[in-house]
């Protein structure tokens, strides 16, 4: 399958993983689709029917797709905006970066989330405990060509004309809260941070929360998809069979292009895990590549 690539970049994108993801969700599925940790969007915006609810904790994601939503963000605008904020870029150099920075965190306005997103180091988002954006710039003052901004506008003109064909609820909320929501009609699609792995998310996360959302998932009449990992080279993932293995487990191997650490860029078994039985739904190899 074709898999559309969001505008917002991340630490973890699940790109690759969507055809993936699609063999698990029935054909005849038109309940609600349910994300607590939206992320990025790309599972939702390529797999969800025509009602979706996504959640996450971090407002400025939220802020984000909500101004697209609303039509307060449109391709035209982006390309003015990437266009002259490239150009001062390329000018100033890292200086004008930070200075785009400080503003963002001082007025918190989506435009600059997505600049920062596309020219911090690595594509990653991450906040510090007074929850200011703290990635380093990514040292390329060209940045912005006239075609990595196209890119970036034709992505955010995809995701506009989805909102406008769907129903689409984007929430900034816990994620106990959006699971709670669910109906036995729905999926739920859980893509937490990676415990032991993952230091990044907006709030933290921790084994305690691992158990909260294990209960929290056990609790629902939905039926879930989990995203976490299994194993890699290095070590295993102690808390699937902690609290998961009563599930029923898929695994796939995937490779993560992004991150701050040699050692988190390298092949990982990935686990699905689900409440359902997946065994009557076609699950081959995807043949799409990872950007």
Same mark, same amino acid.
């Given at each position: 399958?074709?898999?559309?690539? +969001? ?16 063999? /698990? ?10 994300? +607590? ?6 599972? #939702?915006?390529?797999?969800? *029917?025509?009602?979706? %609810?996504?959640?996450?904790?971090? *407002?400025?994601?939220? &802020?984000?797709?909500?101004? $697209? ?13 990437? @266009?002259?904020?490239? #150009?001062?870029?390329?000018? !100033? ?28 180091? &690595?594509?990653?988002?991450?906040? @510090? ?6 990635? +380093? ?49 729905? $999926? ?28 929290? /998932? ?13 194993? &890699?080279?290095?070590?295993? &993932?102690?808390? $699937? ?16 292009? %992004?991150?701050?650490?040699? !050692? @988190?860029?390298? +092949? ?11 065994? /009557? ?11």
């Amino acid at each position: 399958m074709k898999v559309n690539i +969001p505008p917002i970049k991340s630490q973890g994108i699940k790109t690759k993983l969507v055809p993936w993801l699609k063999h /698990l969700v029935p054909v005849d599925f038109d309940g609600v689709w349910i994300e +607590p940790f939206m992320g990025t969007g790309v599972v #939702a915006f390529n797999l969800a *029917p025509q009602q979706a %609810v996504l959640c996450d904790t971090n *407002p400025h994601l939220i &802020n984000f797709y909500n101004a $697209i939503s609303e039509g307060e963000i449109i391709p035209e605008v982006v390309r003015h905006f990437l @266009n002259n904020e490239g #150009a001062k870029l390329l000018e !100033k150099g890292e200086s004008y970066y930070y200075e785009v920075r400080a503003r963002f965190n001082h007025e918190h306005k989506p435009l600059d989330f997505l600049f920062l997103n596309r020219a911090g180091f &690595n594509g990653m988002i991450r906040f @510090n405990k007074k929850g200011e954006f703290n990635i +380093p710039f990514c040292r390329k003052p060209q940045r912005f060509a006239q075609a990595y901004v196209t890119k970036i506008v034709n992505q955010v003109d995809y995701v506009a004309k989805l909102f406008k064909r769907k129903d689409f609820v984007f929430k900034c909320q816990d994620f106990k809260e959006t699971i709670k929501a669910g109906t036995e009609e729905d $999926i739920i699609y859980c893509d937490p941070p990676y415990i032991d792995r993952h230091v990044d998310y907006y709030n933290g996360w921790n084994k305690e929360h691992e158990e909260v959302l294990f209960h929290a /998932l056990s609790q629902s009449p939905s039926r879930f998809i989990l995203s976490t990992w299994h194993h &890699n080279d290095y070590r295993e &993932n102690e808390y $699937i069979n902690t609290f998961w293995n009563k599930f029923n487990i898929l695994t796939r191997e995937h490779f993560y292009h %992004v991150g701050a650490r040699e !050692k @988190n860029r390298n +092949p990982m078994i990935e686990a699905f895990v689900t409440n359902y039985d997946v065994s /009557l739904y076609e699950f081959d190899e995807p043949k799409t590549q990872e950007k």
